[in-house]
């Protein structure tokens, strides 16, 4: 009988128990004179860049979406990538060029290790691509996942999900 009391009665909203911070203002509210001083800064909220913008440009060069979304280490990291393949490919073409003129029967293996280089290079390409295309989907999503010791060994992964009920 009491719970059927507490879920007619009407929920008074207990502001000081609200521990989510308050909404901020439609981006049409803010004066011009404060999005001229955040010069730059990215409204909390926008992207900025779409899911495709950050899926071409990574494609295009890996890291660029990641750069673009504000994700330095994974940009740094695809980059890198990119750069030991297509050096590794470009040294295994000219060690396959040299072995084609001066031994044409050891080419054959220069010129698999050339093409394994160049899937790699492909494949850091999608994978970056992907990788911008799912952050920049959840580039609002809150990061309250946690992982925390557990005593006796072990890890345990929390995930805060704020519930506001009116």
């Known amino acids: 009988m009491l719970a059927l009391l507490l879920a007619l009665a009407p929920a008074a909203r207990l502001v000081a128990q609200d521990s989510l911070p308050p909404r901020p203002e439609p981006a049409a509210q803010i004066p011009d004179s404060i999005v001229a001083d955040t010069a730059g800064a990215v409204p909390l909220g926008a992207r900025p860049v779409s899911p495709t913008g950050a899926l071409l440009r990574s494609i295009i060069l890996p890291g660029w979406g990641q750069a673009k979304l504000g994700r330095k280490l994974p940009a740094v990291l695809f980059l890198a990538v990119e750069g030991v393949t297509l050096g590794m490919a470009l040294k295994a073409n000219s060690e396959y060029q040299y072995l084609r003129d001066t031994d044409p029967d ?52 929390a995930l805060t999900l704020p519930v506001r009920i009116p």
């Open 106 to 157: 050891n080419a054959q293996g220069k010129a698999l290790e050339r093409e394994d280089w160049l899937v790699l290079m492909g494949f850091n390409h999608l994978l970056a691509g992907l990788e911008a295309y799912v952050s920049a989907h959840l580039w609002d999503f809150p990061g309250d996942v946690a992982l925390k010791p557990m005593q006796g060994g072990g890890v345990a992964a």
